[in-house]
Protein backbone atom coordinates (compact mmCIF):
# COMPACT_ATOMS: atom_id res chain seq x y z
CA UNK A 1 0.00 0.00 0.00
CA UNK A 2 1.21 3.58 -0.64
CA UNK A 3 1.31 6.28 1.52
CA UNK A 4 -0.14 9.72 -0.10
CA UNK A 5 2.72 12.72 -0.27
CA UNK A 6 -0.35 14.69 1.23
CA UNK A 7 -0.86 13.40 4.47
CA UNK A 8 0.81 12.37 7.13
CA UNK A 9 -2.81 11.28 9.14
CA UNK A 10 -2.67 7.61 6.97
CA UNK A 11 -4.47 4.90 9.01
CA UNK A 12 -5.54 1.32 8.80
CA UNK A 13 -8.90 -0.58 8.55
CA UNK A 14 -8.54 -4.79 8.67
CA UNK A 15 -12.10 -5.91 6.82
CA UNK A 16 -13.76 -8.34 5.26
CA UNK A 17 -14.42 -8.86 2.00
CA UNK A 18 -17.09 -10.19 0.55
CA UNK A 19 -16.94 -11.17 -3.35
CA UNK A 20 -20.20 -11.39 -5.42
CA UNK A 21 -21.16 -14.13 -7.44
CA UNK A 22 -24.46 -14.06 -8.41
CA UNK A 23 -26.30 -10.90 -9.57
CA UNK A 24 -29.64 -9.39 -8.05
CA UNK A 25 -31.47 -6.44 -6.78
CA UNK A 26 -33.37 -6.46 -3.85
CA UNK A 27 -32.07 -9.26 -2.59
CA UNK A 28 -33.53 -10.43 0.82
CA UNK A 29 -31.80 -11.04 3.64
CA UNK A 30 -32.77 -14.99 3.67
CA UNK A 31 -31.33 -15.24 -0.01
CA UNK A 32 -28.57 -12.50 0.19
CA UNK A 33 -25.78 -15.55 1.14
CA UNK A 34 -26.75 -17.52 -1.98
CA UNK A 35 -24.97 -14.55 -4.04
CA UNK A 36 -21.61 -14.97 -2.33
CA UNK A 37 -19.08 -16.49 -4.67
CA UNK A 38 -16.66 -16.06 -1.30
CA UNK A 39 -14.66 -14.00 1.16
CA UNK A 40 -10.86 -12.33 0.94
CA UNK A 41 -9.37 -9.84 3.66
CA UNK A 42 -9.20 -6.16 2.70
CA UNK A 43 -7.14 -3.54 3.72
CA UNK A 44 -8.41 -0.45 3.93
CA UNK A 45 -6.32 2.83 3.92
CA UNK A 46 -7.74 5.72 4.91
CA UNK A 47 -6.53 9.64 4.71
CA UNK A 48 -8.25 10.71 7.89
CA UNK A 49 -7.67 14.44 7.46
CA UNK A 50 -8.95 14.39 4.27
CA UNK A 51 -11.75 12.10 5.09
CA UNK A 52 -12.91 13.88 8.10
CA UNK A 53 -12.09 17.32 7.04
CA UNK A 54 -13.36 17.09 3.33
CA UNK A 55 -14.82 14.04 1.59
CA UNK A 56 -15.53 10.55 3.24
CA UNK A 57 -15.39 9.41 -0.57
CA UNK A 58 -11.81 11.24 -1.36
CA UNK A 59 -10.39 9.77 1.71
CA UNK A 60 -11.15 6.41 1.03
CA UNK A 61 -9.97 6.68 -2.65
CA UNK A 62 -6.35 7.83 -2.84
CA UNK A 63 -4.04 5.46 -5.23
CA UNK A 64 -2.72 1.89 -3.91
CA UNK A 65 -4.14 2.55 -0.54
CA UNK A 66 -6.47 -0.13 -0.35
CA UNK A 67 -5.56 -3.59 -0.85
CA UNK A 68 -7.56 -7.31 -0.97
CA UNK A 69 -6.25 -10.66 -1.10
CA UNK A 70 -4.23 -12.77 -0.87
CA UNK A 71 -6.96 -14.70 -1.93
CA UNK A 72 -10.84 -15.87 -2.20
CA UNK A 73 -12.16 -18.41 0.12
CA UNK A 74 -15.42 -19.93 -1.64
CA UNK A 75 -18.48 -19.39 0.39
CA UNK A 76 -19.12 -23.07 0.15
CA UNK A 77 -16.03 -23.40 2.73
CA UNK A 78 -17.45 -20.74 4.82
CA UNK A 79 -21.34 -21.74 4.55
CA UNK A 80 -21.32 -19.34 7.93
CA UNK A 81 -19.00 -15.87 7.73
CA UNK A 82 -20.71 -14.29 11.33
CA UNK A 83 -18.18 -17.11 12.92
CA UNK A 84 -14.70 -15.78 11.34
CA UNK A 85 -12.03 -13.71 13.57
CA UNK A 86 -10.21 -10.74 11.83
CA UNK A 87 -7.27 -9.41 13.58
CA UNK A 88 -5.67 -6.54 12.13
CA UNK A 89 -1.36 -6.22 13.50
CA UNK A 90 0.95 -3.21 12.49
CA UNK A 91 4.70 -4.17 12.27
CA UNK A 92 3.81 -7.82 14.22
CA UNK A 93 1.82 -5.42 17.03
CA UNK A 94 -2.03 -6.79 17.18
CA UNK A 95 -4.36 -3.34 16.92
CA UNK A 96 -7.46 -5.08 16.10
CA UNK A 97 -9.24 -8.47 16.95
CA UNK A 98 -13.12 -8.80 16.65
CA UNK A 99 -15.65 -11.83 15.38
CA UNK A 100 -17.43 -10.70 12.08
CA UNK A 101 -20.56 -11.49 14.77
CA UNK A 102 -19.91 -8.41 16.41
CA UNK A 103 -20.06 -6.05 13.24
CA UNK A 104 -22.67 -3.61 12.96
CA UNK A 105 -24.64 -5.19 10.22
CA UNK A 106 -24.45 -8.83 9.23
CA UNK A 107 -22.83 -10.08 5.98
CA UNK A 108 -26.76 -10.96 4.89
CA UNK A 109 -28.26 -7.35 5.35
CA UNK A 110 -25.43 -5.65 3.97
CA UNK A 111 -26.11 -7.26 0.77
CA UNK A 112 -29.60 -7.20 0.87
CA UNK A 113 -29.00 -3.15 1.85
CA UNK A 114 -26.84 -2.25 -1.08
CA UNK A 115 -28.41 -4.28 -3.55
CA UNK A 116 -32.26 -2.29 -2.74
CA UNK A 117 -29.71 0.63 -4.09
CA UNK A 118 -27.84 -0.84 -6.96
CA UNK A 119 -27.72 -4.17 -8.80
CA UNK A 120 -24.82 -6.54 -7.73
CA UNK A 121 -22.88 -7.69 -10.35
CA UNK A 122 -20.45 -10.94 -9.89
CA UNK A 123 -17.41 -10.01 -9.38
CA UNK A 124 -18.59 -6.96 -7.32
CA UNK A 125 -16.53 -7.10 -4.28
CA UNK A 126 -18.29 -5.39 -0.95
CA UNK A 127 -15.81 -4.09 2.33
CA UNK A 128 -17.97 -4.64 5.59
CA UNK A 129 -16.56 -2.32 7.93
CA UNK A 130 -13.65 -2.15 10.40
CA UNK A 131 -13.86 -3.38 14.54
CA UNK A 132 -12.86 -1.32 16.58
CA UNK A 133 -9.05 -0.49 17.05
CA UNK A 134 -8.22 1.98 14.42
CA UNK A 135 -5.35 4.29 14.32
CA UNK A 136 -7.03 7.91 14.85
CA UNK A 137 -9.34 7.06 17.85
CA UNK A 138 -5.96 5.91 20.06
CA UNK A 139 -4.30 8.41 21.82
CA UNK A 140 -2.17 9.74 20.85
CA UNK A 141 -2.93 8.36 17.30
CA UNK A 142 -1.49 5.39 15.78
CA UNK A 143 -1.09 6.01 11.95
CA UNK A 144 0.62 4.77 9.31
CA UNK A 145 4.58 5.16 8.06
CA UNK A 146 6.81 4.47 5.43
CA UNK A 147 8.35 1.45 6.37
CA UNK A 148 5.39 -0.28 8.41
CA UNK A 149 3.70 -3.53 7.19
CA UNK A 150 0.11 -3.93 7.65
CA UNK A 151 -1.17 -7.68 8.42
CA UNK A 152 -4.74 -8.17 8.37
CA UNK A 153 -5.99 -11.54 9.30
CA UNK A 154 -9.24 -13.56 8.81
CA UNK A 155 -9.86 -17.03 9.98
CA UNK A 156 -10.29 -19.90 7.59
CA UNK A 157 -9.06 -17.10 4.51
CA UNK A 158 -5.77 -16.25 5.60
CA UNK A 159 -3.34 -13.32 5.89
CA UNK A 160 -2.97 -10.22 3.96
CA UNK A 161 0.25 -8.70 4.15
CA UNK A 162 1.39 -4.74 3.00
CA UNK A 163 4.45 -3.05 3.77
CA UNK A 164 3.65 1.23 3.28
CA UNK A 165 5.58 2.49 0.63
CA UNK A 166 5.79 6.34 -0.03
CA UNK A 167 3.82 7.91 -2.83
CA UNK A 168 7.01 8.61 -4.77
Known sequence: MQKPLTSDDFDYEGELAIVIGKAGRHITEANALEH??????????????????QSLIAGKNFP??????????????????SRLILATRINGR?????????????????????????????????????PEGVGFVRKPPLWLKVGD????????????????????
Open 94 to 130: EVQRKGVDDMIFNVAQIISYISGWTRLEPGDVIATGT
Open 149 to 168: TVEVEISSIGTLVNPVASER
Open 36 to 53: VFGYTCFNDGSVRDVQLK
Open 64 to 81: KTGALGPWIVTADEIPDP
